[in-house]
């Protein structure tokens, strides 16, 4: 009970990478959605994910925070089972939440500290202090008191983000979460992003964009299934390998358009 | 003629009113808080076939006790919290959609109740009660359950407010912060096969899903966060079940019916005028966009 009551995060073994997955492989009723993938992922990194639709990004999100055990194979993060670890923020999609929910900016960033809290307790006034700092971070302090369906698709995504924070998330997966956003809140995003590079937080983002994959992330994953590559753009966005990740569709011609398109993205970076 | 004040008190010189009344107010109330989760979770039809899934419990009782009302309950519960832990494994195997599941188990079940009631030689009157409710036949045994199992259901609902609200929210989002979600959904389950007891007697099986419903539904529309939302569920709920006896009262209609169309009502005038969300408010905001 008492583990119920206040539960602490696994300790964090210093010296073991974020992410460590050893040949994990997920079967769904004989369909295999990750075949035999295998890397490490250090701490601080920005990590985009790459792949067609049905890739197997979100099966690989899902077993990464711990709410999916792999067929086979072995993924652990920072040394222990994603399951014992309260740090991983799922940052969902737009369309994955019910805008008319009854719950306003606040609500959403405070629902972060229901694992820190553990069962039968009531945020007292730090968590509540914690929550006015991570919407400050983001720049949704003056949006508090608004319904989340009311909000931008940008404002949204810096919510879920806060929420983030304050669940003082050490790794965070992000899926699609620059979809349909325009240029500035795209900015805004990253700039956030940069913040939480610069205190050791893991970002994962799965994303469509391979301009911005190239352009925007430490390094980038591509995935079909099968890892295809891990590492800097210039390594794994080869013809050859994205060949293999989209079909001819993607070959040759299209690929210097693609790695050009996403400039826009690092204004900060550039200047 | 009578004052308004004699038209209020005249009903309450006939103690089954009283009783009645106080039933209604506490089964509208624990039917409105929980009825929050069912409507946003999606769980309205999964409300329904649970409270039919009960009525062959609750008629073998009827057959083993000769008719006694008094063991139903506990019949009723045995059979309701059996039928949401079902529901629960079905649905999680999933090679069955879970609406497809439901209604096999809904209409089975419904169809097993009304084969066992219709042995009974008063099978008419007693399938009625069991339908419809009969919350003038409350007695004060009955009023004690609904009260101690009511305040069970509201103080779990209170204790787990935060993990319920985000399991409801984003169960997935439950998931990663390590609430532990089965638990909670079958928990939630549960107290709906409990809440569905205790309101048998008042609106039946059949309108059961209004008295979950139609309340939280409204109140959804009227405002902005959840603690909101519950409060107003649970005074349109105590307004409908008072305003809907005194209406059966007067008009001569049945009280389960008579409460659900008051609260039906509630509803259609929210879904009219509620501001900013209204058909109303979006036909004027609409005038207004063209004329600017």
Redesign the interface.
Known sequence: MERLIS?QSFAHDAAAPSIAAERVTVRFDGTVALDDVSFEIAPGERVAVVGPNGAGKSTLFRVI???LRPSSGRLTLYGGSP?EH?C???V?QRT???L?????VR??VL??R??R?G??R??GRADRRMVEECMELVGVADLAER?IGELSGGQQQRVFIARALA?EAQLMLMDEPLTGLDVNSQDEIYRILDEMRARGVTVLVATHDLGQAAHCYDRVMLLNRRLLGIGAAEEVFTSDLLGQAYGERLRLADLPAALAWGDACCHGEDE | MPSFMDLLLQPLSHPFMVRGLIAAVLVGVVCAILGAYVVLRGMAFLGDALAHSILPGVAIGYLIGGGARGPLFWWGMAAGIVTALGIGAISRQGEIKEDTAIGVIFAGMLALGVALISTTRSYSVDLAHFMFGDVLGVSSGDLVLTAVFGALVLAIVFAFYKEFLVYAFDPLLAATLRVPTRFFRYLLLVMLAVTIVISLQTVGVALMVAMLVTPAATALLLTRRLPAMMGLSAALGAFSAIAGLYLSYYVNVASGAAIVLIATALFVLAFVVAPGRGVLWRLVSRDAYHRT
Not at chain 1, 100 to 104: C, D, G, L, T, Y
Request: glycine residues 10%; without cysteine; proline residues 10%.
């Open positions: 539960r925070a711990g709410v399951e309260i991983v923020a799922f969902p994955h939440i019910d008319h929910f009854p719950v306003n609500d959403v629902m972060g229901t694992g809290l069962l039968l009531r945020p319904r669940q």
